[in-house]
């Protein structure tokens, strides 16, 4: 094994409520006039990388999560896309910038790009494709390869909503997950919106876990905390396109 299977986990808290914005209550003694106070800007940006085969619902997440919406019969994805969403956690604003990956192959010369900057990693698989599941060792090797090995990691089954065309066990989840230090395991469904916040809050949560060493001692103000530049963002996929047929 190599040095992936060496990270330790840090076991996360919760507290996190998601996507909200400050917007400030309308001035008394002004009714006809409202005044809106500027949002606060984010105290820490943070990338989350989705990875997985080809339809396990890598982007059917992220929109659930982001947008809360579910689309039936999607396109798959080209390349990369991504998603802005904030989140508060302990008081602080975080900015997640979620990046989801085609799951064909011929693209991984393209989203392998992305995964450096990644401090969360998603590893999806969908509970009832086989080999989407037989498939994660090669998506554990990208990861080997390409991302930091202080990546937060999380293996996830979807569509357990389709319970009776179950092909992975749970315990094989689990049984693969319990293989590699530090990465979590949950199913879900981003059809009936199970477990999807819990999966984000959760590697953000972890992420925050590590990070604090770091930066406590200075006491975090409100002022903004960049703890990851934000990549460049390739002028094909701005702003955002829209995928769902
Ligand atoms: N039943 C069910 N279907 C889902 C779920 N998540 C995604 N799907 C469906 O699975 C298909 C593929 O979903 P996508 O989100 O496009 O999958 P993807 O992993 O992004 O696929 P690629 O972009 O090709 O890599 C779509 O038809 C979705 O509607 C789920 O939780 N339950």
Same mark, same amino acid.
């Given at each position: 094994?190599?040095?992936?299977?060496?990270?330790?986990?840090?076991?996360?808290?919760?507290?996190?409520?998601?996507?909200?914005?400050?917007?400030?209550?309308?001035?008394?003694?002004?009714?006809?006039?409202?005044?809106?106070?500027?949002?606060?800007?984010?105290?820490?940006?943070?990338?989350?990388?989705?990875?997985?085969?080809?339809?396990?619902?890598?982007?059917?997440?992220?929109?659930?999560?982001?947008?809360?919406?579910?689309?039936?019969?999607?396109?798959?994805?080209?390349?990369?896309?991504?998603? /802005?969403?904030?989140?508060?956690? $302990? @008081?602080? &604003?975080?900015?997640?910038?979620?990046? !989801?990956?085609?799951? +064909? #192959?011929? =693209?991984?010369? /393209?989203?392998?790009?992305?995964? $450096? @900057?990644? &401090?969360?990693?998603?590893?999806?698989? !969908?509970?009832?494709? +086989? #080999?989407? =599941?037989?498939?994660?060792?090669?998506?554990?090797?990208?990861?080997? &390869?390409?991302?930091?090995?202080?990546?937060?990691?999380?293996?996830?089954?979807?569509?357990?909503?389709?319970?009776?065309?179950?092909?992975?066990?749970?315990?094989?989840?689990?049984?693969?997950?319990?293989?590699?230090?530090?990465?979590?395991?949950?199913?879900?469904?981003?059809?009936?919106?199970?477990?999807?916040?819990?999966?984000?809050?959760?590697?953000?949560?972890?992420?925050?876990?590590?990070?604090?060493?770091?930066?406590?001692?200075?006491?975090?103000?409100?002022?903004?905390?960049?703890?990851?530049?934000?990549?460049?963002?390739?002028?094909?996929?701005?702003?955002?396109?829209?995928?769902?047929?």
């Amino acid at each position: 094994m190599d040095s992936r299977y060496d990270i330790q986990r840090r076991a996360g808290g919760s507290g996190f409520s998601g996507g909200s914005t400050n917007a400030s209550p309308a001035l008394t003694g002004a009714q006809s006039r409202r005044k809106k106070m500027p949002p606060r800007p984010a105290d820490y940006k943070l990338q989350i990388i989705i990875i997985g085969s080809r339809g396990v619902g890598k982007t059917s997440l992220m929109e659930r999560f982001t947008d809360d919406t579910f689309c039936e019969a999607c396109k798959s994805t080209v390349g990369v896309d991504f998603k /802005i969403k904030t989140v508060e956690l $302990r @008081g602080k &604003k975080i900015r997640l910038q979620i990046w !989801d990956t085609a799951g +064909q #192959e011929r =693209f991984n010369s /393209i989203t392998s790009a992305y995964y $450096r @900057g990644a &401090k969360g990693i998603v590893l999806v698989y !969908d509970i009832t494709k +086989q #080999e989407t =599941f037989e498939d994660l060792p090669k998506w554990m090797k990208m990861i080997d &390869k390409y991302a930091s090995e202080e990546a937060e990691l999380l293996l996830v089954g979807n569509k357990l909503d389709c319970e009776t065309d179950r092909a992975i066990t749970r315990q094989q989840g689990e049984r693969f997950c319990s293989r590699i230090s530090g990465m979590r395991f949950c199913e879900s469904s981003a059809k009936d919106n199970f477990n999807v916040d819990e999966i984000f809050h959760k590697l953000v949560d972890d992420i925050l876990n590590k990070m604090p060493l770091e930066v406590s001692s200075k006491e975090l103000s409100n002022s903004v905390l960049s703890l990851q530049p934000e990549p460049e963002i390739p002028p094909e996929l701005s702003p955002p396109r829209a995928r769902c047929c």
